[in-house]
């Protein structure tokens, strides 16, 4: 069955620290992955994706994330954690033959930064 | 940088009223999506479009129905409103690759309340 587990609801970090946040999608094949982040009534912004190129890939503001398929994971990561993204991620899967043209959404996690 | 405009980011209608929600982009994108969201319930697809005159049902279609005339506009429409549907509504177009391997690009999003 086709499903993405954030594995946390809820993140809570001191500003300057390090950021993580975990994502595992069942696949038997390589979808697309993507992170996005939403702050407060606000649109869902993309942050970065995956597409069967670098398992390494960088998103915007200081935002990265690791694919490995033999964990199916993808999950996000912040050297050092700012203020401004206190908000709430999804991890988002696509592609491939499970999913096709339709997006699966995670059921986010919402990271809060503390001062 | 692709743009999604919804009309409205703030309605209030009352229930039995026909409510139209519009959404504009302005990427020549094929696909056009409507999610609508609430708390604890993540993201849910109501309706999307793979191209103009061309609608699928999503996973919640029960209540709503679109209409796509031009390729740029995708509009929900609530046909009774219902207090059930009050919730957050977001629109979201992509590039048609025929992989699903392109990210949504979302709107701001209307929070809608039935009263």
């Known amino acids: 069955a086709q499903s993405v587990t954030q594995l946390d609801s809820h993140v809570s970090v001191s500003e300057g620290t390090p950021v993580l946040l975990r994502c595992n999608y069942s696949s038997s094949y390589s979808p697309s992955l993507f992170w996005y982040v939403q702050h407060p009534n606000k649109g869902l912004q993309l942050l970065l994706k995956y597409t069967s190129a670098a398992t390494l890939v960088k998103g915007i503001n200081g935002f990265e994330a690791e694919f490995k398929k033999s964990e199916t994971s993808f999950h996000l990561t912040k050297p050092s954690a700012h203020m401004s993204d206190a908000a709430e991620y999804f991890c988002?899967?696509?592609?491939?033959?499970?999913?096709?043209?339709?997006?699966?959404f995670g059921a986010g996690t919402i990271l809060r930064v503390k001062s | 940088d692709v743009k999604v405009t919804q009309s409205s980011r703030y309605l209030v209608k009352r229930t039995g009223e026909k409510v139209f929600l519009e959404c504009v982009q302005d990427?020549?994108?094929?696909?056009m999506f409507w999610y609508r969201q609430d708390p604890g319930l993540g993201l849910r697809l109501i309706y999307f479009?793979?191209?103009?005159?061309?609608?699928e049902k999503g996973d919640i279609p029960e209540g709503y129905s679109v209409s796509r005339e031009k390729k740029e506009r995708f509009s929900l429409i609530l046909e009774s409103a219902s207090t059930n549907q009050t919730s957050m509504y977001l629109c979201?177009?992509?590039?048609?690759?025929?992989?699903?391997?392109?990210?949504?690009?979302f709107g701001d999003g209307t929070r809608l309340s039935i009263l």
């Open positions: 479009s793979y191209d103009v005159k061309m609608k």
């Open positions: 988002v899967v696509s592609g491939g033959m499970e999913y096709g043209n339709k997006l699966v």
């Open positions: 990427m020549d994108h094929e696909n």
């Open positions: 979201a177009s992509r590039r048609e690759t025929g992989t699903g391997n392109q990210p949504q690009h």
